[in-house]
């Protein structure tokens, strides 16, 4: 009976889902790379550029900040700088820009991590929302440094809050969702 | 690892995330240009999903407003007809104006803009919303689109194109803070450099003393950047003076509207003072240069 339960269709499909789901560190590099892909073009085709004209909605960004948490250096970097590219080959943005924001994020969350507990879910708010601040500030300055810093008004600071704490939001989800791979051991801890 | 390796290790890697800012802050801070190595990472990749999307999209929303959103079309029709005979009366005018516009053009020497060295595109992505604005098309170097290519509807001037893809091309946007445009005042024909500001808005400094009204039309010159001449750009909108006293600030508002685009037209004309320059220096150096981000 379980035998025919798992091989039926909706059991078929929710395990297809759950392979092809965006889970942070999935523990194949190639995987890693391909979700990668997968964010970056719902984010750039799907999303809407402006939600409710107010904010922008990031879901790469976030998803980026609890890989690093999770993966090593060796494979942060090189998604660091595939994602920095994915974003900025999709604009005007000035090449560079968040490949060396999401650089420094990699390298400096690699040292922090350790500190990062599921018991309490604050420091993850509290990193989430800091290095969404970090790349924020970077395109802030950029575009005070190369456009009119008059356009960055009560309007830009508003909606760069709401951009921030939506990415927190769907930070801790993806966080949350690489929790629950973990052995249950390490879910307490 | 040695205890000194690992102290090195992580020496190095702070430092390189401190740099990395000071690093890209140093760099010459253009986008990315040109047709190879990002297009292939940035734009081939993500393409299957994008067009597959961009397919469902277009299908879902033509049969909403084929099938389902016909509320209010009697009436709509009703009154398309009325305008249809009014349209008809003036279009007569029009064909004898365009006649004899072709007949002056071809005696002041000028060459029309020739359907065959057009190619139409749809849009198929924008980020005019972003800080840093540009549209993807559906036409790419299969199709002989170059990186600087002009990008125009029937409005206006929507921009140029700055990469190029397999089967899609970004466009920077009239509007990006990175765009310039040579232009004249239709009135006038006082020329300036037009370029991208805020909110979907363009900026364009003069002389105090131009002759300039709320309301002028703002054409290209045909001088620099490829756009052949008495193109639309947009039209006068606030005009500032500078404290200096010696300068005006126009704002632009472009006829087109970027956020409703649904096909563009790429022109097969590269800007001819650049040609004048590969003429010169060779293809190799055009392809490096833009390949280095200073194209």
């Known amino acids: ?189 | 690892m040695t205890t000194r390796q690992s102290h090195l290790q992580k020496v190095a890697l702070i430092a390189s995330a401190v740099i990395a800012p000071f690093f890209f802050l140093s760099s010459t801070m253009k986008p990315w240009r040109g047709d190879r190595v990002n297009a292939v990472v940035g734009q081939e990749v993500i393409h299957p999903a994008m067009s597959t999307w961009h397919g469902l999209a277009a299908y879902l929303s033509s049969v909403w407003n084929s099938y389902i959103a016909l509320s209010g079309a009697a009436e709509e029709n009703h009154q398309l007809r009325d305008k249809v005979a009014i349209l008809q009366t003036k279009l007569m005018d029009y064909e004898e104006q365009v006649r004899q516009t072709a007949r002056l053009r071809q005696l002041l020497g000028l060459s029309e803009l020739q359907p065959e060295k057009m190619l139409v595109a749809e849009v198929i992505g924008t980020r005019v919303n972003n800080l840093f604005k540009a549209l993807r098309i559906s036409r790419g170097s299969l199709d002989g689109v170059k990186a600087g290519m002009p990008v125009i509807a029937p409005q206006g001037i929507v921009g140029r194109v700055i990469r190029t893809g397999l089967k899609e091309s970004d466009v920077q946007l009239l509007v990006d803070f990175d765009f310039n445009l040579d232009v004249l005042l239709q009135r006038t024909r006082v020329r300036g450099v037009l370029n991208g500001f805020s909110n979907d808005l363009c900026r364009l400094n003069l002389q105090k003393g131009a002759d300039i009204r709320i309301g002028d039309t703002v054409i290209t010159s045909g001088i620099v950047g490829g756009f052949p001449k008495g193109l639309p750009v947009g039209r006068v909108m606030r005009i500032t003076y500078e404290s200096d006293n010696v300068s005006q600030i126009i704002t632009t508002e472009p006829w087109v509207d970027y956020r409703r685009l649904e096909e563009v037209m790429v022109l097969h004309q590269l800007d001819p003072e650049l040609q004048k320059i590969v003429e010169t220096a060779g293809r190799e150096w055009l392809e490096r240069t833009l390949k280095s981000g200073n194209g």
Request: with cysteine; aromatic share 14%.
């Open chain 1, 1 to 189: 009976m379980e035998r025919i339960l798992e091989t039926s269709g909706p059991n078929r499909l929710q395990r297809i889902l759950a392979a092809f789901w965006p889970q942070p560190d999935s523990g194949n590099f190639l995987l890693d790379v391909f979700h990668v892909f997968l964010l970056a073009a719902i984010e750039q085709s799907m999303i809407p550029h402006q939600m409710l004209g107010v904010f922008r909605i990031d879901i790469l960004t976030p998803w980026l900040f609890v890989f690093f948490v999770f993966a090593p250096l060796r494979k942060s970097l090189p998604l660091a700088i595939l994602a920095g590219l994915l974003q900025e080959t999709r604009s005007t943005a000035p090449a560079g820009m968040y490949m060396s924001a999401y650089w420094s994020a990699a390298v400096t969350l690699h040292f922090i991590r350790h500190t990062l507990s599921w018991r309490h879910v604050g420091p993850w708010n509290v990193m989430l929302a800091s290095c969404m601040a970090w790349v924020i500030s970077f395109e802030t300055l950029v575009i005070a440094v190369t456009q009119d810093p008059g356009r960055l008004g009560w309007k830009y600071g508003f909606s760069q809050i709401f951009r921030t704490l939506i990415a927190v939001g769907i930070g801790v989800f993806f966080a949350r969702t690489a929790k629950n791979s973990l052995p249950p051991e390490d879910q307490v801890g």
